[in-house]
């Protein structure tokens, strides 16, 4: 084990045995996240919407692995029915000691809406996972010890991202929205985590940094373009590092029930994991209730604790 402080994926121990479920699993930091958790001996499920990319994606690992135990379940998250579709196959006969919230978009520039007209960065960074999270917790309760990972962003801790307004009806920012959809992950992990408290799960919510992924791929204005070019070159780490804080989350024997955990780095953009403090207006117990709240009444789904 690393000192305290240096942690790397290298002090990860075998996770033959256990099986990992991984939203966004096709690229970026979940396809980094599966290409480590395979490595250590884990099986690992990727989840995606398009079947196409999710056997490329195991293409790509089982060149560098041949004997990498993966699997593929497609499932859209600005969809309930398919969520539905997702989480009942799955529950039938598996055990799920690993669930990695990890997909989302960002920077939409217009207003658009998902499949169950929720609007669509809230409806897929939140709501999806919610209701995956709900579909999975009979798997999830088979695992001698579960942890949920859910991947938020320092844009958690925007003033931009109260929790109001939820679809974005009155006004729409892209970045805004998105502000809000990230701050619901982290509302939402440590009232999951004050529910799941004392039984064999856990929740983690994790800031991954700076990476450039498939998250940018909705920036369509040139000047949105201009910008991303110069972060890429000068400010952005890579899926690789971005990945560490959701390994730690994981895998780590020092993490805490509801943590949250960021990189250590300047500016909290790369390094090694470690567990950060949020600001006080980001854990509110009156406000992890009411979202708990209003979750439930948008998707219909309630939870079984």
């Not at 996770?15 to 966004?24: C, H, N, S």
């Not at 989480?87 to 217009?110: C, H, K, R, S």
């Not at 799941?196 to 920036?219: D, E, Y």
């Not at 971005?242 to 024997?253: F, G, M, Q």
């Amino acid at each position: 084990m690393a000192p305290a402080g240096s942690w790397t994926p290298n002090d990860i121990g075998n996770l033959t045995g256990r099986t990992a479920f991984i939203t966004g699993g096709n690229s970026g930091i979940g396809l980094e996240t599966a290409r480590v958790l395979a490595r250590h001996g884990a099986r690992v499920i990727l989840a995606g919407r398009d079947q196409d990319k999710l056997d490329r994606a195991v293409a790509e690992l089982r060149a560098a692995q041949p004997d990498a135990l993966l699997d593929t379940v497609v499932v859209d998250l600005g969809s309930l029915a398919s969520i539905a579709a997702a989480t009942l196959q799955l529950t039938v006969t598996e055990t799920i000691d690993l669930l990695f919230n990890n997909a989302g978009v960002m920077n939409v520039p217009e207003r658009r809406k998902t499949a169950d007209g929720f609007e669509l960065t809230f409806g897929t960074n939140h709501l999806g996972h919610f209701a995956l999270t709900a579909g999975l917790l009979p798997s999830l309760r088979r695992s001698r010890a579960a942890r949920i990972i859910t991947v938020s962003a320092i844009a958690a801790t925007w003033r931009s991202g109260r929790l109001e307004d939820l679809m974005s009806e009155s006004s729409y920012g892209a970045m805004k929205a998105y502000a809000k959809s990230k701050r619901a992950n982290v509302v939402f992990t440590q009232e999951l985590a004050r529910r799941l408290a004392g039984s064999n799960i856990k929740a983690f919510v994790v800031h991954p940094g700076s990476a450039m992924t498939n998250l940018q791929r909705h920036s369509t204005n040139l000047l949105s373009r201009a910008v991303i070019a110069l972060a890429r070159n000068i400010a952005m780490g890579s899926p690789e590092g971005a990945a560490w804080p959701s390994l730690y989350a994981a895998t780590s024997p020092d993490v805490v029930n509801g943590g949250f955990y960021a990189p250590a780095g300047r500016d909290q953009t790369s390094g090694t994991p470690k567990q950060v403090t949020l600001p006080d207006h980001t854990n509110d117990l009156a406000e992890g209730a009411r979202l708990w709240t209003d979750s439930e009444r948008l998707t219909n789904i309630r939870f079984t604790i």
